[in-house]
């Protein structure tokens, strides 16, 4: 019975086998569609993630270039550091005081230093043909002079009171006039030894004790580069002038490193008094305008300089890379010239190697942070001796600021001025060598 059952229907069982099959053949092509698919947007994801990696991948030849731009950037890096420090890689006084005279009779070394010093300005004074207004001995020389003429010409009477009768007094006034217009002919710039630092110093100089001597010199050796540019500036601007009437810097007043500044500025003759040696003997002239930091100020206003003539508006201070001095120059200068003359002093300056000839020390190393100008009474100035000639004449006085770079010289910087100088530099930068 049952197998007739199943042969009566074995159509219609197979047909729903077959359909059971269908559904079964149909949910998993609906699964493995959807599987696929989920596998599909993941491998193009993956192939999406591998174009963009190959978009950013460097072509070898770029990364070749940038290597070499590497490399390229740091040999600029050493030679801006060699640069540097051959700015600083001056010539020295002399090798026999830095760091420190070796020997047991150190004072002739330092007597030797004291010599070339000198020396050293009678050069510098000599490239611009330097000299000064005639001396009041070489005045009274020309007064007795006309005084004994008149005389004889009188027939060797008594004293005829020449200096107190109107007309003589205006003859000799004439003469010496005449004398000093023929002195500033004669010479190029008024300057003598005590426009400059450290003169009067090293010419009485007798002794001292190490650490005094050792800075003394040290600071010497330092006004004395920053004295070689103000004068090579100087002969910068009056070129191949020979006569101070048509040089256009017709005057060095003073190159100074101390901290005082001019009382009055009304007359030539009062600024030029406050310019003279008695201002410059001191043996600190240069350690007083190192510019460093003290640190916060108490009154919250951040860092304060130290040891500087006026606040510098560049911000430079001493730190690990530079040191920082601050000094001032006083000049009579014929006022057209005055730009051409500030140019000078910021412009690149260089030396000769002595034993090349070659060019070296290639420096532009001074700021001028202050500037004070003031016209000068040219009638005032001729009773003092000086004659200028024509036109707009100015006393023109300017506070810079000269930076040395460190590895220039620490290998001959005696070690109690760098205890000093670390000791002003105490707030360093992060700048390192």
């Avoid at 950013?56 to 600029?76: F, G, S, T, Y």
């Avoid at 001292?208 to 800075?215: A, C, F, Q, R, S």
């Avoid at 040696?277 to 860092?303: E, H, I, K, Q």
């Avoid at 004449?393 to 590895?407: D, G």
Wanted: one cysteine or more; a negative charge.
């Amino acid at each position: 019975m049952k197998m007739h059952f199943i042969k009566k229907r074995v159509f219609l069982i197979s047909c729903l086998a077959v359909v059971v099959l269908g559904l079964g053949a149909f949910a998993w092509g609906v699964w493995k569609t959807s599987s696929n698919k989920k596998e599909f947007e993941t491998l193009a994801q993956r192939c999406k993630s591998v174009d963009s990696l190959s978009n950013q991948i460097i072509p070898e030849n770029v990364l070749e270039q940038m290597k070499k731009n590497a490399e390229l950037a740091n040999n600029d890096k050493k030679i801006v550091l060699t640069l540097a420090k051959e700015t600083t890689s001056r010539i020295l006084l002399s090798k026999n005081v830095f760091p420190q005279p070796r020997g047991e009779n150190i004072r002739v070394f330092y007597r030797e230093f004291g010599d070339r010093y000198v020396s050293f300005l009678e050069t510098l004074l000599a490239e611009v043909n330097a000299g000064d207004k005639p001396s009041e001995v070489e005045e009274n020389k020309t007064r007795q002079e006309y005084e004994q003429n008149v005389k004889d010409d009188a027939g060797g009477g008594a004293d005829v009171g020449l200096l107190g009768r109107g007309g003589g007094q205006t003859q000799v006034e004439n003469l010496l006039g005449n004398f000093r217009r023929e002195r500033a002919n004669s010479i190029g710039l008024y300057a003598n030894f005590y426009s400059f630092c450290a003169y009067d110093y090293w010419r009485n100089w007798n002794s001292g004790d190490k650490n005094t001597m050792l800075e003394d010199s040290w600071y010497t050796q330092v006004a004395a580069w920053i004295q070689e540019d103000v004068i090579l500036s100087i002969k910068e601007v009056n070129g191949q002038s020979q006569a101070v009437p048509t040089s256009p810097v017709k005057r060095l007043i003073e190159i100074a490193f101390n901290g005082k500044e001019a009382k009055s500025e009304t007359t030539a003759a009062a600024a030029a008094a406050q310019g003279t040696a008695a201002g410059n003997v001191l043996p600190d002239y240069v350690l007083r305008t190192v510019s460093g930091s003290s640190g916060s100020s108490s009154g919250g206003g951040g860092a304060t300089l130290t040891g500087t003539i006026t606040e510098p508006w560049t911000g430079q201070a001493s730190n690990n890379l530079i040191d920082v001095v601050q000094f001032r120059v006083a000049v009579v200068i014929d006022s057209a010239y005055i730009q051409d003359f500030m140019s000078a002093l910021q412009s690149k300056k260089f030396s000769l190697d002595p034993e090349t000839g070659q060019m070296r020390n290639l420096r532009d190393q001074i700021t001028i942070l202050q500037m004070h100008m003031a016209p000068l009474d040219l009638d005032a100035e001729m009773q003092e001796g000086y004659y200028y000639g024509s036109g707009a004449i100015s006393l023109l006085r300017l506070v810079c600021e000269y930076y040395f770079f460190k590895s220039g010289y620490q290998d001959w910087m005696p070690e109690p001025v760098k205890g000093l100088f670390e000791e002003s530099s105490k707030a360093k930068t992060n700048i390192s060598d």
